[in-house]
C-alpha cells in the first residue's frame, strides 16, 4: 500500500493542460524532493521530473512540477497523443528509510 | 551511455528461489546507489529493495524483508537481488534503477533497465 496518493486517472482534449496531484506526508514530500516518472504502454519508467521541479536533459518543456508542504503537482501542457501513459511521483519516506512511489495516475488524451 | 541490462528472469514455483542479475555500463558503478523496483501485473511501482553505493545500506520492503537480499559487485559492475521463499504475489517485472538522484545522502533512481518477468506459479 503505497504511501503517496494520486487520483487513478484524468483526461483532458488535446493541446489542453492537466495537473496530477499526489499527497503525502511530512515523513516523505514534506522533507524530501520529490521525483516524477512516466511511464508509456509496455515500457520502463523514464524520470521526467526531479528535486521537485527540474527537468532532466530531453524531456519537454510541456512538463513541470511543484511542491507545497506535503503535496506536489505534476502539470501537462500543450497535451498531445503521446502523452498517454501512466505517471508516478515519488520521494524518500525518513519513516521507512526507503523510496516510496505514489499510486499512479493513467493519463488519457481525448 | 547508462545501460542497465537485468537478467534471471523466469517462471518458478513458490516456495523456490531465483537470483535476478543487472550489469551495469556507461558509468561508475562504484560510485552510485542501486534500486531493484517491481511492478505486479497492471499494478504500480514498488521499490523492493536499494543499496548504497558503498554497500554500507540496504533497504528492504516488508513484502520482502527477510526473503530477499540485495548485493552488488563492483568488480563486475553488477546488481543482484538473491529472491528466496517465492510466492504468488512476487510476480512481477522487476527493473533495476540506477539511484542518480542524490538529496541528503538518499538516492532516488534516474536510469532504468527494461525490466525481467519473474512469474512464480506452480
Known amino acids: 500500500q503505497s504511501v503517496l496518493t494520486q487520483p487513478p486517472s484524468v483526461s483532458e482534449a488535446p493541446r489542453q493542460r492537466v495537473t496530477i496531484s499526489c499527497s503525502g506526508s511530512?515523513?516523505?514530500?514534506?522533507?524530501?524532493?520529490v521525483n516524477w516518472y512516466q511511464q508509456l504502454p509496455g515500457k520502463a519508467p523514464k524520470l521526467l521530473i526531479y528535486?521537485?521541479?527540474l527537468l532532466p536533459s530531453g524531456v519537454s518543456d510541456r512538463f513541470s512540477g511543484s511542491k507545497s508542504g506535503t503535496s506536489a503537482s505534476l502539470a501537462i501542457s500543450g497535451l498531445q497523443s503521446e502523452d498517454e501513459a501512466d505517471y508516478y511521483c515519488a520521494s524518500w519516506d525518513d519513516s521507512l528509510n526507503g523510496y516510496v512511489f505514489g499510486t499512479g495516475t493513467k493519463v488519457t488524451v481525448l | 551511455q547508462v545501460q542497465l541490462v537485468e537478467s534471471g528472469g523466469g517462471v518458478v514455483q513458490p516456495g523456490r528461489s531465483l537470483r535476478l542479475s543487472c550489469a551495469a555500463s556507461?558509468?561508475?558503478?562504484?560510485?552510485?546507489?542501486m534500486h531493484w523496483v517491481r511492478q505486479a501485473p497492471g499494478k504500480g511501482l514498488e521499490c523492493v529493495s536499494l543499496i548504497w553505493y558503498d554497500g554500507s545500506y540496504k533497504y528492504y520492503a516488508d513484502s520482502v524483508k527477510g526473503r530477499f537480499t540485495i548485493s552488488r559487485d563492483s568488480s563486475k559492475n553488477t546488481l543482484y537481488l538473491q529472491m528466496n521463499s517465492l510466492r504468488a504475489e512476487d510476480t512481477a517485472v522487476y527493473y533495476c534503477a540506477r539511484g542518480g538522484i542524490t538529496f541528503g545522502g538518499v538516492t532516488a533512481p534516474d536510469y532504468w533497465g527494461q525490466g525481467t518477468l519473474v512469474t512464480v506459479s506452480s
Open positions: 528535486y521537485d521541479d
Open positions: 511530512s515523513s516523505n514530500i514534506g522533507n524530501n524532493a
Open positions: 556507461g558509468f561508475t558503478f562504484s560510485s552510485y546507489g
